[in-house]
């Protein structure tokens, strides 16, 4: 698989405090990646560095590389709004807009200019349908989004994320609220889309990295400590650190 | 145990509950008040020549007493105050609340909150040494006074609830909405009007009504700048509100005259009740 994402000696500081250290990770295209870490490791951090969504963060200062498509993130000629509609972002905690479900998924489309309603209406439902909701809510698009459980809302927020053709989708700790079977139906759902996207997640539950991802780099104290094929980092890891994370000894 | 008597906790219940009382006796007393003094003279003139009477001369030989130039002008003051006050009010709002640094924060807020403190009779005083003088020749007019400079007036004086009241909704939007429309990549500016102002929006329309409070109730300002003159309203000439019309007769009022001035402020009672109904029908539905 060919690389989409590259970080070459990323390092970010949150004023003076030094976030992601010397940071060198190859993220391959239409694949799982997973950052696994405990609390603080940087893992979160990493992921909104790919997007820039830190930028939103006073004081924060990167140095390195961030490639996305062999062109660097930070440098001064990309666009940071191309950027976030190419790369899309799934957060922690479900957040549709106050709107219908309809408007939520129209949202980032109109942003970018698609006006025409049949238009519109072919991309929510394709949107809805990629993140296997459609069924569900077909009959109730003009209802608020807010009226949803909290499995759809997060479902929902990947179709709005889905709806303006991103190639990559970044998932930020995306079931960590949710119940199991909620859950289990976005797992399945990432399987289906690293056919046609690829998916980088950040994720407390080891067991899910082991599930689903087909990579996994894990984080330790702002630094990458180790990255590879998921089965080996779970059965022979080759550092000590991410041996005794993975076996439960810390974190 | 036995219970223990307190007292000291029931003096102070009783206390607390006095106090709330006297907000409510007060309100009761202004309205019942209003009401009686008020009916008379409408009963008098009659309902309908009181409330679309064109012509208003108290103290002619033959009185007319129609309060429709002074609704008017209030309405048409107030929706013009309106008009500017709000897009001015909420722009500032939006740059205090998400575009401003701290530093430029701190210092325009406090000039908004003295803003708010400045007394109604110092606008009408600058109002009338600088704004009239400067209409009156921008527009080459006889006399400068005019339900124009009464309406620049109101904009200025109803725009520091406005902006501090649309301030604390756009500020309690969730910051999660503001990062999903960043992050499909939506502009700074377009996340501002398109997610945070609509998510605010019962909370600015609050502060509308809130303007509209403000700026119908004013007296003194207005009444220093426009002339007061109980024309028919044009943007341009010397006009009488409802509030002024109460305040710059009833020192030499007398019998129905006096009379009819308690049933203005009658009607700017209503305005007022219709107002606030509003404003609270608006800040329970933003609660929901």
């Known amino acids: 698989m060919p690389t989409i ?44 560095t790919i997007d820039r969504m830190n930028d939103l963060v006073p004081g924060v200062r990167v140095e390195g590389q961030m490639l996305y498509a062999g062109e660097d993130v930070y440098s001064p000629s990309v666009d940071v709004t191309w950027l976030r509609r190419k790369i899309g972002m799934v957060f922690q905690k479900a957040n549709p807009f106050p709107m219908s479900i309809y408007d939520n998924i129209a949202y980032g489309p109109r942003i970018h200019g698609t006006r025409k309603k049949s ?8 949107s809805l349908r990629g ?24 479902r929902l927020c990947i179709a709005r994320a889905l709806a303006v053709q991103p190639d990559v989708l970044l998932m930020d700790e995306s079931t960590s609220a949710l119940d199991p079977g909620s859950t289990m139906r976005i797992e399945e759902l990432m399987r289906e ?38 089965d080996k980092i779970f059965s022979t890891p080759e550092d000590k650190r991410t041996e005794d994370y993975i076996s439960g000894r810390f974190g | 145990m036995k219970q223990k008597v307190r007292p000291m906790e029931t003096f102070m219940g009783a206390m607390f509950f006095a106090c709330g009382i006297i907000a409510i006796a007060f309100v009761l007393f202004i309205s019942l008040y209003l009401i009686v003094s008020g009916l008379p003279a409408i009963w008098e003139i009659g309902i309908v020549d009181f409330l679309f009477g064109t012509k208003w001369a108290s103290t002619a030989a033959e009185p007319k007493f129609g309060i429709l130039p002074f609704i008017l002008t209030s309405i048409y003051g107030t929706c013009g105050a309106i008009l500017i006050g709000v897009p001015i009010g909420f722009m500032t709002s939006v740059y205090l609340a998400k575009i401003a640094s701290p530093k430029m924060a701190s210092i325009v807020r406090p000039a ?56 604390t909704a756009l500020k309690a939007v969730p910051h999660e909405y503001e990062e999903a429309s960043l992050a499909l990549g939506a502009t700074q500016i377009e ?10 929006s019962s909370g600015i329309a609050a502060a509308v009504v809130l303007g509209i409070g403000r700026a119908i109730g004013e007296a003194m300002a207005i009444m220093m700048v426009a002339g007061n003159v109980a024309n028919m309203p ?29 049933s203005i402020a009658l009607v700017l009672f209503v305005f ?10 608006l800040l329970k539905k933003k609660e929901d």
């Open chain 2, 272 to 281: 007022i009740m219709i107002i606030n109904v509003a404003l609270n029908t």
């Open chain 2, 234 to 262: 044009s943007l341009f000439s010397s006009v009488r509100f409802l509030t002024t019309a109460v305040a710059s007769e009833m020192a030499y009022a007398s019998g129905l005259q006096r009379q009819a001035l308690y």
């Open chain 1, 131 to 154: 993140a296997a909701l459609w069924d569900e809510v077909k009959d109730r698009l003009k209802k608020s989004a807010m009226g949803l459980s909290g499995g759809q809302q997060q």
């Open chain 1, 193 to 230: 889309l690293k056919k046609d996207y690829t998916v980088v997640i950040v994720t407390h539950n080891m067991q899910q990295a082991a599930r689903i991802s087909d990579r996994t780099a894990f984080f330790l104290l702002g630094e990458m400590v180790e990255v590879g094929p998921t």
């Open chain 2, 191 to 200: 996340t501002i009007f398109k997610v945070s102002a609509p998510a605010a």
């Open chain 1, 5 to 48: 994402i590259e970080a070459k000696n990323l390092d970010l500081w949150y004023g003076q405090k030094q976030a992601l250290k010397k940071i060198n990770l190859e993220i391959p295209e239409r694949q799982i990646t997973a950052l696994i870490g405990p609390s603080g490791c940087g893992k979160s951090t990493f992921l909104r």
């Open chain 2, 112 to 167: 908004v909150d003295l803003l708010a403190g400045i007394p109604s009779v110092v606008y009408g005083l600058i109002g009338m040494m600088v704004l009239v003088p400067a209409v009156r020749e921008a527009f080459n007019l006889p006399d400068g006074a005019s339900l124009f400079c009464a309406i620049i007036v109101l904009a200025i004086m109803i725009l520091p609830s406005i902006i501090s009241v649309s301030e």
């Open chain 1, 119 to 126: 238009e519109l209406d072919e991309i929510v439902e394709k």
